[in-house]
């Protein structure tokens, strides 16, 4: 009689609940599968943030190469010019004590009494 009572009990518990089992296992199951998509998301996440920092790097590196270069043209362009705008002259001591410049030293000092030391 109490086996009878038992199966009562369980068999109303089951009709009243439904079969818990099947809805922990079908819950458990949806949690396992939403925290494995949240771990796949963040080392996603964390590749990607590699990535970009990689390219980071490798957009700054090309762009000091290329700044580097840009200098270094630019000085060229710029002796160029220096060259091309400076006269071929040079400086001498005159006789009287100064300091004079012109296309030669005799030419610096025609009106200076000369060259000093001559």
Same mark, same amino acid.
């Given at each position: 009689? @109490?086996?009878? @009572?038992?199966? #009562?009990?369980?068999?109303?518990?089951? @009709?009243?609940?439904?079969?818990?089992t099947v809805n922990a296992v079908a819950q458990t199951t949806a949690e396992q599968d939403a925290k494995k998509a949240g771990k796949e998301a963040k080392k996603a996440g964390k590749e990607a943030g590699a990535a970009t920092k990689d390219a980071a790097k490798a957009t700054g590196?090309?762009?000091?190469?290329?700044?580097?270069k840009t200098a270094e043209g630019t000085k060229k362009a710029g002796d160029?010019?220096?060259d091309?705008?400076? @006269? $071929?002259?040079? #400086?001498a001591l005159c006789k009287d004590g100064t300091t004079q410049t012109g296309k030669t030293k005799t030419t610096a000092?025609? $009106?200076?009494?000369?060259?000093?030391?001559?």
């Open positions: 009689m @109490l086996k009878k @009572l038992l199966m #009562s009990f369980v068999m109303a518990g089951v @009709l009243a609940f439904g079969i818990p590196k090309t762009a000091k190469k290329g700044a580097k160029k010019v220096k091309a705008v400076t @006269l $071929d002259t040079t #400086s000092c025609h $009106d200076h009494g000369g060259v000093a030391g001559r």
